[in-house]
Nanobody, 123 residues
Framework: EVQLVESGGGLVQAGGSLRLSCAAS????????VAWFRQAPGREREGVVC????????YYADSVKGRVTISSDGAKNTVYLQMKRLKPEDTAVYYC????????????????WGQGTQVTVSS
């Protein structure tokens, strides 16, 4: 059974950092494109970053570029989202998702999702 479990969210002050984790079971990340999305209250789910399955290239949303880094640990079958210089507008539920055909911009292109982890940035 494919399962994604996010963790690492929490409350942080503006300017602070968090590292989110997405632990996988039932498959290995190397065979899939992995993306982080986020959804704030009243807003659509938006892409934060995607890491391609073939070359590992990462594609970042302009809103987070330079502040966010995606990485993976194959031994732990876990993908991380390191976030720094957080802003109140980063407040959202963060989700990881996968698909097996490559990075796509919309959430509808992803087959499996985790349950999400809440990130709240106070001003």
């Amino acid at each position: 059974e494919v399962q994604l479990v996010e963790s690492g969210g929490g409350l942080v002050q503006a300017g602070g950092s968090l590292r989110l984790s997405c632990a996988a079971s039932g498959f290995t990340f190397e065979n899939y494109a992995v993306a982080w999305f986020r959804q704030a209250p009243g807003r659509e789910r938006e892409g934060v970053v995607c890491m391609g399955k073939t070359n590992g290239d990462a594609y970042y949303a302009d809103s987070v570029k330079g502040r966010v880094t995606i990485s993976s640990d194959g031994a732990k079958n876990t993908v991380y989202l390191q976030m720094k210089r957080l802003k109140p507008e980063d407040t959202a539920v963060y989700y990881c998702a996968i698909n097996d055909w490559g990075c796509k911009p919309t959430p509808y292109d992803y087959s499996y999702w985790g349950q999400g982890t809440q990130v709240t940035v106070s001003s």
